[in-house]
């Protein structure tokens, strides 16, 4: 197959990281692969970083092209499936397939989160071939589209091995972009009550700088900034995960991509009970769900348990050793055998 994938973040986002994941994947086992993104040096760099060939084809100042521009490309190289990881892509890759004529041409869409429920995003998800969900249930808006709809559990790749024990250092890691809805603010309200514990936190990504000093405000506030490294980007990020206690997500549905990267460094994970957390987190056992209500006291409960309890600890062990994670070509090969289905 001759698969183009489509990205319009320039972020080092769930979306981005996935579809990097997926085109090296797709590339190993054989098929032709065109990752488009938008005009930013970073963005193209994590791409040609792992030996994947990028275009610049993704206008943000110019939405107008783009159709035309990937249309060119369809037809010129053959292209037989398009992949799009957001609403707005998604579009693209609709109007781009009908504007290249070409019938055995199939759009498919992986909804890193549901943007909208709009008219217009129900007519462009209608105008594709199928949907691939990362979680079993899907809004009801969704139910209604007439469109094939396929649903694969994150599987992230990870390099090594997974660590043999949870980190000694009670080292609590947040991966990913700073943004108000990782509820950076609870979590230190949460640990700033772990009395007798002797924690780190660790903050991979970056952020708007509105988003970011409020929080290192916020850590001066509850007397914890000493005990907060903030990291940025790191590409050995999978590597800082596998030395954590615990990770922290709070971003809900969007933040599920980050529960797999945890889960598969053998590391348990602490998240939000919003949509699709449950098929990832067994409740105490590989993590914990806590409710939004009264999250920071939620939370401090979770991360005690997760730091200190060794029966938690051992009852993780044994999670882990029934549970053992999937290899992740498993996982590609089943997105290749979807994408098969619909040629």
Known sequence: MNIAYLIDSGRWDPATLYTRDIACAMKRLGHDVTVCIPRNNALEQLFNSAELNTRRTIHTNLPFFNP???SGMIKKEGISIVHANSIRTASIAARAVELSGKNDVKTILTPHCYENDSQIARNIITSLDALATHSIETPHYLKEIPIRVFALRYSIHSTGQPAQEPSSSNTITVN???TPEKHIDKLFEAVSNLDGIDYRI???GEGKAAHVMPLKQAAQRFDIADRIEWLGN???ALDLIKDSAVGVELSGESGLYRVAEFQSAGVPVIASGSFGAD???NDGENGFIVASDDLAEKLTEALRTALSDRTFLNRFKAYRENNP?????????????IYSSLL
């Open 68 to 70: 035309y521009i990937l």
């Open 279 to 281: 098929r990832y987190i």
């Open 325 to 337: 994670i999937e290899p992740y070509d498993n996982y590609a090969m089943r997105l290749a055998s």
């Open 234 to 236: 790191r590409p050995d």
């Open 202 to 204: 660790r903050i991979i």
């Open 176 to 178: 990913g972009a700073i």
